[in-house]
T-cell receptor
Framework: EAQVTQNPRYLITVTGKKLTVTCSQN?????MSWYRQDPGLGLRQIYY???????DKGDVPEGYKVSRKEKRNFPLILESPSPNQTSLYFC??????????????FGPGTRLTVL | GQNIDQPTEMTATEGAIVQINCTYQ??????LFWYQQHAGEAPTFLSY??LDGLEEKGRFSSFLSRSKGYSYLLLKELQMKDSASYLC??????????WGAGTKLIIKP
């Protein structure tokens, strides 16, 4: 089954304790992206990657890191989480955005609470 | 700046028709997407418009006017399971998606 998986699905942590949210896709997609979703603000892009070893900042990259060492995986790293990073996080993937209507496929989401 | 506007919330009756509007101002345009998102779940793709006009897909249709920076999603024969948020997103000149905040649709019996 074609899918994007994220782990963990739920996480409660404390300020300053480093954490990683994993994302993996099995569709051989070049493009992967991380979003956070907060009430009333919609989806905001944190980082994206056009291919292996190619990553770029989105609209809200502060406090986050990513890596793309393999095509299928795109982990999100919070080196020193703070309460304002409490949010619902989505990973998404797609073929390279181009002229076609390539929609993004989303993972199930990770609900993160930072105390 | 780039901006996508949608109504925050709409209410409709089961069996009726509802139109959800989306207006946008973006740096370039390379297509407009509509997604459905049930509470606590991931967004799922509904439709894609890149040329002006109406795209019909079963009970759902999406319309685009590029000159007006305007789109709508039309849902017919509403069912209770259509209660969800509907997200409008525009792909800009850098092929990045700019997202609206979403419209929460409440269906009443």
């Amino acid at each position: 089954e074609a899918q994007v998986t994220q782990n963990p699905r739920y996480l409660i942590t404390v300020t300053g304790k480093k954490l990683t949210v994993t994302c993996s896709q099995n569709m051989n997609h070049e493009y992967m992206s991380w979003y956070r979703q907060d009430p009333g603000l919609g989806l905001r892009q944190i980082y994206y990657s056009m291919n292996v070893e190619v990553t770029d900042k989105g609209d809200v990259p502060e406090g986050y890191k990513v890596s793309r060492k393999e095509k299928r995986n795109f982990p999100l790293i919070l080196e020193s989480p703070s309460p304002n990073q409490t949010s619902l996080y989505f990973c998404a993937s797609s073929p390279i955005p181009g002229q076609g209507g390539h929609e993004q496929f989303f993972g199930p989401g990770t609900r993160l609470t930072v105390l | 700046g780039q901006n996508i506007d949608q109504p925050t919330e709409m209410t409709a009756t089961e069996g009726a028709i509802v139109q959800i509007n989306c207006t946008y101002q973006t740096s370039g345009f390379n297509g407009l997407f509509w997604y459905q998102q049930h509470a606590g779940e991931a967004p799922t793709f509904l439709s894609y418009n890149v040329l002006d006009g109406l795209e019909e897909k079963g009970r759902f249709s999406s319309f685009l006017s590029r000159s007006k920076g305007y789109s709508y999603l039309l849902l017919k024969e509403l069912q209770m399971k259509d209660s969800a948020s509907y997200l409008c997103a525009v792909r800009d000149s850098n092929y990045q998606l700019i997202w609206g905040a979403g419209t929460k649709l409440i269906i009443k019996p």
